[in-house]
């Protein structure tokens, strides 16, 4: 298929081409901005949504927290109130005498407090022996009990299970169906009653509290819409406390759902019960009283990405229209765009055969204009080119000539040299012997891979035998002296790049103004992380011209035949160091100064 294509492609010109091209790229990026902004507007809702599902969740649980907050205060003041033990006490021990008293006494209290709270149903106090003094909201006496089975409170689990711990428990929700005073989902809370002053006997009864399931929903369920979000309380058990239908109320989610997970088991929950009719759910937890209890927000994600759906569907129409607007600036790019292409191929045709005369001419400024402008420049620069490129060949072929000429073998020398050498010993000639080791030594140096890079030590080692030979050869009519600062000699330096200042100054510096002549080389480590290098001379000094000529040395531009040994050195520089080498002269009446700085590198 890509075969295909491209073949199809390849068989197409330039217009056709172009209207693909421009079609697909204007299109393309409809498209795709079109599922990108689906995509983020999915993705920001879905963030949104979810940090404020985690916003109410924590909203709710504050105030489910602060629900049963209320009854713990409640139950607080009970035990903290030694009313209710100093009359539970005649309960206790079935004191007939004041028995009744204690009871109504007790009986009123708890009016009181449920009358300020609405939502509770009932509250009991149960003493040890399971006599219960109790106050009823929903039959308003303290006589009948919708809340309580007073007959069978002391064999009431809950109630024996509170005299063993310190701490409150909570009951599952009950549903209770009375003809009389209707039907209603509610919980119990029981925390013990100790007498303070007499801890250690043990608890001296129990306070059980009826809570109206309703009270607890309202606290939780603030705007919420059973269509997009459902809130509801479970405790560690898995036991649905409270839950906005109230047939649900009691029901066990792990023994029905699955124990896997909290999450897991509240998705199929409402999957199988069909809540919502949603694919997406989003389900959050939080923890209240310890994991006592267990707020679940199940979010129907669906509903939240009903508006993304509406806001995709104009995305498309305009989408549409853009689409043809596209289309017909498409053809007019295209076309004026082939008739520019055209006139460019026709001039390259012409320069492929040779004519380096040809030009192209287009109106306007746009990139077509500009090319045309640069292929004019570029026949010109060709032209030109090709006249240096005939000089430049003519100028290396005479350099071949010159190297060829030049050329010696180097064993050949190396043999000769020590041919000589031991000619020179057999006559006892120790000091030609000496100075025939020196120039060998010298050679090998130079000769054996001339670019390399050496230490400066090393480099010094070969300038002193150099220098060595030089001080033979004109009779020691001059002294060399090298100051090199601790710590330079181990830095590297390519081969050969200080021989060259010593011998045009050995050459063309002396004699100078003074008896003595005298080359001074001074290597030191500068702050800037470079190495400087300087070779002075108290000899005659250069010309203002000449001096001009190296500071501004460009070897490009290099015509001169003369101080080959000097431009080699700027040159190597340039080459080697690039910006990070400099080469500098200074000349007068009192010598010449050569500065050269490298970077410092061990």
Same mark, same amino acid.
């Not at 298929?1 to 492609?9: S, V």
């Not at 520019?340 to 204009?369: P, W």
């Not at 400099?582 to 410092?600: D, L, M, N």
């Given at each position: 298929?890509?075969?295909?294509?491209?073949?199809?492609?390849?068989?197409?010109?330039?217009f056709?081409?172009?209207?693909?091209?421009?079609?697909l790229?204007?299109?393309?990026?409809i498209?795709?901005?079109? +599922?990108?902004?689906?995509?983020?507007?999915?993705?920001?809702?879905?963030?949104?949504?979810?940090?404020?599902?985690?916003?109410?969740?924590?909203?709710?649980?504050?105030?489910?927290?602060?629900?049963?907050?209320?009854?713990?205060?409640?139950?607080?003041?009970?035990?903290?109130?030694?009313?209710y033990?100093?009359?539970?006490?005649?309960?206790?021990?079935?004191?007939?005498?004041?028995?009744?008293?204690?009871?109504?006494?007790?009986?009123?209290?708890?009016?009181?407090?449920?009358y300020?709270?609405?939502?509770?149903?009932g509250?009991a106090?149960?003493?040890?022996?399971?006599?219960?003094?109790?106050?009823?909201?929903?039959?308003?006496?303290?006589e009948?009990?919708?809340?309580?089975?007073?007959?069978?409170?002391?064999?009431?689990?809950?109630?024996?299970?509170?005299?063993?711990v310190?701490?409150?428990?909570?009951?599952?929700?009950?549903?209770?169906?009375?003809?009389?005073?209707?039907?209603?989902n509610?919980?119990?809370?029981?925390?013990?009653?100790?007498d303070?002053n007499?801890?250690?006997?043990?608890?001296?009864? +129990?306070?059980i509290?009826?809570?109206?399931?309703?009270?607890?929903?309202k606290?939780?369920?603030?705007g919420?819409?059973?269509?997009?979000?459902?809130?509801?309380?479970?405790?560690?058990?898995?036991?649905?406390?409270?839950?906005p239908l109230e047939?649900y109320?009691g029901?066990?989610?792990?023994?029905?759902?699955?124990?896997?997970?909290?999450?897991?088991?509240?998705?199929?929950?409402?999957?199988?019960?069909?809540?919502?009719?949603?694919?997406?759910?989003?389900?959050?937890?939080?923890?209240?009283?310890?994991?006592?209890?267990?707020?679940?927000?199940?979010?129907?994600?669906?509903?939240?990405?009903?508006?993304?759906?509406?806001?995709?569907?104009?995305?498309?129409?305009?989408?549409?229209?853009?689409?043809?607007?596209?289309?017909?600036?498409?053809m007019t790019f295209?076309? +004026?765009?082939?008739r520019?292409?055209?006139?460019?191929?026709?001039?390259?045709?012409?320069?492929?055969?040779?004519?380096?005369?040809?030009?192209?001419?287009?109106?306007?400024?746009?990139?077509?204009?500009?090319?045309?402008?640069?292929?004019?420049?570029?026949i010109?620069?060709?032209?030109?080119?090709?006249?240096?490129?005939?000089?430049?060949?003519?100028?290396?072929?005479?350099?071949?000539?010159?190297s060829?000429?030049?050329?010696?073998?180097?064993?050949?020398?190396?043999?000769?040299?020590?041919?000589?050498?031991?000619?020179?010993?057999?006559h006892?000639?120790?000091?030609?012997?000496?100075?025939?080791?020196?120039?060998?030594?010298?050679?090998?140096?130079?000769?054996?891979?001339?670019?390399?890079?050496?230490?400066?030590?090393?480099?010094?080692?070969?300038?002193?035998?150099?220098?060595?030979?030089?001080?033979?050869?004109?009779?020691?009519?001059?002294q060399?002296?090298?100051?090199?600062?601790?710590?330079?000699?181990?830095?590297?330096i390519?081969?050969?790049?200080?021989?060259?200042?010593?011998?045009?100054?050995?050459?063309?510096?002396?004699?100078g103004k003074?008896?003595?002549?005298?080359?001074?080389?001074?290597?030191?480590?500068?702050?800037?992380?470079?190495?400087?290098?300087?070779?002075?001379?108290?000899?005659?000094?250069? +010309?203002?011209?000449?001096?001009?000529?190296?500071?501004?040395?460009?070897?490009?531009?290099?015509?001169?035949?003369?101080?080959?040994?000097?431009r080699?050195?700027?040159?190597r520089?340039?080459?080697?160091?690039?910006?990070?080498?400099?080469?500098?002269?200074?000349?007068?009446?009192?010598?010449?100064?050569?500065?050269?700085?490298?970077?410092?590198?061990?």
């Open positions: 298929m890509h075969k295909i294509i491209t073949k199809i492609l390849l068989s197409m010109n330039l056709r081409k172009l209207m693909i091209m421009l079609l790229i204007s299109i393309l990026p498209i795709l901005i079109q +599922s990108a902004t689906y995509k983020i507007s999915t993705s920001t809702i879905e963030r949104q949504t979810k940090e404020l599902i985690r916003a109410n969740l924590l909203q709710s649980s504050i105030s489910v927290t602060g629900f049963f907050h209320v009854y713990d205060n409640i139950m607080l003041d009970i035990y903290t109130d030694n009313s033990i100093e009359n539970l006490k005649y309960i206790n021990v079935w004191d007939t005498k004041k028995y009744y008293q204690a009871k109504h006494r007790i009986e009123e209290k708890l009016e009181d407090i449920v300020v709270y609405s939502e509770i149903l509250i106090i149960v003493g040890i022996n399971g006599d219960a003094v109790f106050y009823d909201t929903v039959t308003l006496s303290g009948e009990s919708y809340c309580f089975d007073i007959n069978n409170i002391r064999t009431n689990e809950m109630f024996k299970e509170s005299l063993k310190k701490y409150a428990i909570y009951s599952d929700t009950v549903r209770k169906t009375d003809k009389n005073y209707g039907d209603r509610y919980f119990y809370i029981a925390h013990q009653l100790t303070f007499n801890y250690k006997n043990g608890p001296v009864g +129990s306070i509290l009826c809570i109206d399931e309703s009270a607890l929903q606290v939780y369920s603030s919420m819409d059973f269509q997009s979000n459902v809130t509801f309380l479970i405790d560690r058990e898995g036991d649905i406390i409270s839950f047939n109320a029901l066990n989610l792990y023994k029905e759902y699955g124990n896997e997970s909290m999450e897991k088991a509240a998705k199929s929950f409402f999957e199988k019960q069909k809540f919502m009719a949603a694919k997406q759910l989003e389900v959050h937890t939080s923890s209240i009283k310890d994991g006592v209890f267990t707020l679940i927000s199940v979010q129907n994600l669906t509903y939240a990405f009903k508006d993304v759906e509406n806001i995709s569907k104009i995305i498309i129409l305009i989408g549409i229209l853009i689409g043809i607007v596209c289309i017909m600036i498409a295209a076309a +004026s765009t082939d520019s292409v055209k006139k460019i191929i026709h001039g390259m045709k012409k320069a492929d055969q040779g004519d380096y005369d040809v030009r192209i001419l287009l109106e306007g400024n746009d990139e077509f204009a500009r090319i045309a402008s640069h292929f004019n420049d570029m010109l620069r060709i032209k030109e080119s090709n006249r240096q490129e005939k000089e430049a060949l003519l100028r290396k072929k005479n350099a071949e000539i010159k060829l000429e030049a050329q010696i073998n180097p064993h050949f020398l190396y043999n000769t040299l020590d041919a000589i050498n031991w000619v020179a010993v057999e006892e000639e120790i000091h030609i012997s000496k100075m025939l080791i020196h120039l060998a030594a010298i050679l090998r140096y130079s000769i054996q891979k001339s670019n390399a890079i050496v230490t400066i030590q090393e480099e010094l080692e070969y300038l002193k035998r150099y220098i060595y030979l030089q001080q033979e050869r004109f009779c020691y009519s001059f060399c002296l090298i100051h090199m600062e601790e710590g330079t000699q181990y830095s590297k390519h081969k050969l790049l200080i021989q060259p200042l010593i011998e045009n100054t050995i050459v063309h510096g002396f004699p003074t008896d003595l002549d005298e080359i001074h080389i001074l290597i030191q480590k500068q702050g800037d992380g470079c190495i400087q290098i300087q070779v002075k001379d108290n000899g005659k000094g250069m +010309s203002k011209e000449l001096v001009e000529l190296f500071n501004n040395y460009d070897s490009r531009r290099d015509n001169i035949e003369t101080s080959i040994g000097v080699n050195v700027i040159t520089l340039q080459l080697y160091y690039g910006s990070s080498s400099s080469f500098q002269v200074a000349s007068g009446e009192q010598g010449t100064v050569v500065t050269i700085r490298i970077p410092y590198e061990i």
